[in-house]
């Protein structure tokens, strides 16, 4: 697993917290009109339904009160860089509990604003300082945050794809910052100069070894849009599908990204 020894992209807090609560708003307003039929529907996460994955996105909400319930740490011994790379590892039972929560709380719309509720006064009460024991590490909350807008934005995500004609909107705030940590993500997990990757309108990284781009046009050159990065980087999109259908444009001989993907994997 990459270490990222410092941050290489900071984000504003307070920008932070209100996509957090404007994504998880857009999530609430969709379930309200799923019926029992779509709920019951299979997902693209293996065996979890529909109401699987709702009950998952509440857990996103529900991860922050669980950890600011725990002791805090004595050292901010994570970067926010490691959280991808270590989240991996736990997504067998994040499934188990994710059905779990589906089967104990039938009425998801009061399982979601009770999730809400405590999310919002948990997070009244702890300093954006105050350091929680997440996976990969002790990150601050501020921190943390970030990586709530990549499970929010990817499940979000899912779940547009599992209900036919279902449109939850994308949070701008929110697609901007998963987007920017999976790419930064992707640079720690290949450090160098060599290939440039492209997601307009957010962001622009450096990675793989070889030598280095000073100017004018790169030699290795990847550019895609914001959904299919994040697809790409979580495992439910192929890199050779997304070239094929021209989801992505690699030009280069060190363009090719497959053997770097996915990142949560």
């Known amino acids: 697993m990459p270490t990222a020894k410092k941050r290489t992209r900071t984000y504003d807090p307070t920008k932070i917290r209100t996509a957090v609560h404007a994504q998880f708003g857009h999530v609430r307003e969709a379930v309200r009109t799923l019926t029992p039929e779509q709920l019951a529907l299979p997902t693209r996460l293996r065996e979890w339904t529909v109401r699987d994955l709702v009950a998952h996105l509440g857990m996103t909400l529900r991860a922050f009160s669980r950890l600011v319930s725990l002791p805090e740490p004595a050292r901010p011994d994570g970067a926010l860089l490691d959280w991808p790379f270590a989240i991996a590892a736990e997504a067998p039972d994040i499934a188990g509990y994710a059905r779990k929560l589906a089967d104990d709380h039938p009425d998801l719309d009061a399982y979601l604003a009770a999730c809400e509720e405590r999310f919002t006064a948990d997070l009244a009460a702890h300093p954006g300082t105050r350091l ?99 697809r790409l980087a979580t495992g439910r999109l192929e890199w050779k599908d997304a070239v094929a259908g021209a989801k992505v444009s690699a030009s280069g001989e060190r363009a090719d990204l497959s053997g770097l993907l996915p990142l949560l994997a």
């Open 132 to 230: 929680l024991a997440a996976s990969g590490g002790a990150l601050t909350v501020d921190d943390y945050l970030v990586t709530r807008t990549v499970e929010l934005i990817v499940h979000t995500d899912d779940l547009n794809a599992a209900v036919p004609g279902l449109e939850v909107p994308y949070d701008r705030q929110a697609l901007a910052a998963c987007t920017r940590l999976l790419a930064d993500a992707l640079a720690a997990r290949a450090p160098g100069g060599a290939t440039e990757v492209r997601i307009p309108p957010y962001a622009v990284v450096q990675c793989v070894e070889g030598p280095r781009h000073t100017r004018g046009t790169p030699p290795n050159v990847v550019e895609t849009d914001p959904l299919t990065w994040i």
